[in-house]
């Protein structure tokens, strides 16, 4: 009896280290919601051109990006007219509205 239950306990924890092995799936990457940029201006994240030139008044941009903190700057021309530190997170959305430079 007692080796049945030795047997039987080694064969269920075989199964659960088994299961927990299985790969867990990846949270989304995270994503950026851009909106209240100025037409004509451009979004950048780390100093890199990250979205299109804004076309039409609260026009929202979705940029996905690396878990982590993110410099947001908007580009109108060659000057910075907004900036801000974001935090995005896996899985997350942040939504960022520019309430400065909207106007050139």
């Not at 580009?75 to 995005?88: I, K, L, N, Q």
């Amino acid at each position: 009896m007692r080796v049945f239950s030795l047997i039987t306990l080694a064969c269920l924890s075989a199964c659960t280290w088994h299961d927990s092995r299985k790969p867990q799936p990846l949270p989304d990457p995270p994503e950026i919601l851009v909106t209240g940029a100025p037409v004509g201006s451009i979004v950048f994240i780390d100093g890199v051109q990250a979205g299109q030139t804004t076309t039409a008044n609260h026009q929202t941009q979705i940029l996905s990006v690396a878990p982590g903190i993110h410099k947001l700057e908007i580009h109108y021309g060659d000057r910075v007219v907004y900036r801000e530190d974001t935090e995005a997170r896996p899985g997350e959305r942040s939504l960022e509205i520019v309430k400065s430079g909207s106007s050139p």
